[in-house]
C-alpha cells in the first residue's frame, strides 16, 4: 500500500476552515484515498474518501490533485468537537479490506 | 441499524495472566472482522482480521491469537500477558461487499498490564 505523510499537528480557529493535507507521492491509478479521524479515547471514525475526483459529504470536502499525488480534506467550519487525530489513508480497490494507520495529524480547534 | 460492542471496557491484568477480549457485531451478516492494538501515544496498529468464521489473518507476530466462533463474534486471546500488551484494543467491522472500506469501530477495550 501507498505510504502517506501527514503534519504531525496543526491548529485552527473555532468557525473557521480547517485544512488538512497528505502527501501520498506513490499512489497508484487502484488506490483510493481514506480520511478517518480519532477523537479522544474513542475508536476511529470515517469521514470521506475518494478516487480521482472532488467528494462533499455532510462532514467534510476531500480535494485530491489532478496528479493525485495528494489531497486535503477541508472542515468548512471547524468546532471544537472536531478536535481530534486525523488519518489519511490508502488502499487499494481490490484486495484485502484492511488499513494501515500512520501517525496522523492532531489538529486542535481553539475557541 | 448496526452496532458494535465489545467487553470489557477497561481491565486491568497481572504479567503472566490470561485474555480474553470480545467483540461482537449486530445488524449485518458475514462481516469482515478486525482487530487493532493503540499503544500509549502511537497509532493504530492491525492485529488480525477475518473475513468468515475460522479465517484468521495474522498481520503482526506477537503473543496474542484470535479467533471468530460465530459470523458476528470476534475473539482476541493471549495465554500469557506482556507488558508491552498494554493499550486500547478496538474491533472494527466491514462490509465486505463494498468496493471501498468504510470500517466501523467499536468503543474499545483499554488494557493495562502490571
Known amino acids: 500500500d501507498a505510504k502517506t505523510t501527514q503534519p504531525t499537528s496543526m491548529d485552527c480557529a473555532e468557525g473557521r476552515a480547517a485544512n488538512l493535507p497528505c502527501n501520498h507521492s506513490t499512489i497508484s491509478g487502484n488506490e483510493y484515498v481514506y480520511w478517518y479521524r480519532q477523537i479522544h479515547s474513542q475508536g476511529p471514525q470515517y469521514i470521506i474518501h475518494?478516487?480521482?475526483n472532488n467528494e462533499t459529504n455532510e462532514m467534510a470536502s476531500l480535494i485530491i490533485t489532478e496528479d493525485r499525488k495528494s489531497s486535503t480534506l477541508i472542515l468548512p467550519h471547524a468546532t471544537l468537537r472536531d478536535t481530534a487525530v486525523y488519518y489519511c489513508i490508502v488502499r487499494p480497490i481490490q484486495g484485502a479490506q484492511k488499513l494501515v494507520f500512520g501517525q496522523g495529524t492532531r489538529l486542535t480547534i481553539n475557541p | 441499524s448496526q452496532t458494535i460492542h465489545q467487553w470489557p471496557a477497561t481491565l486491568v491484568q497481572p504479567v503472566g495472566s490470561p485474555l480474553s477480549l470480545e467483540c461482537t457485531v449486530e445488524?449485518?451478516?458475514?462481516?469482515?472482522l478486525y482487530w487493532y492494538r493503540q499503544a500509549a501515544g502511537r497509532g493504530l496498529q492491525l492485529l488480525f482480521y477475518?473475513?468468515?468464521?475460522?479465517?484468521i489473518s495474522s498481520e503482526v507476530p506477537q503473543n496474542l491469537s484470535a479467533s471468530r466462533p460465530q459470523d458476528r463474534q470476534f475473539i482476541l486471546s493471549s495465554k500469557k500477558l506482556l507488558l508491552s500488551d498494554s493499550g486500547f484494543y478496538l474491533c472494527a467491522w466491514s462490509v465486505p461487499s463494498r468496493h471501498y472500506n468504510e470500517q466501523f469501530f467499536g468503543p474499545g477495550t483499554r488494557l493495562t498490564v502490571l
Open positions: 445488524g449485518t451478516s458475514n462481516p469482515n
Open positions: 475518494g478516487l480521482k
Open positions: 477475518s473475513v468468515g468464521i475460522g479465517q
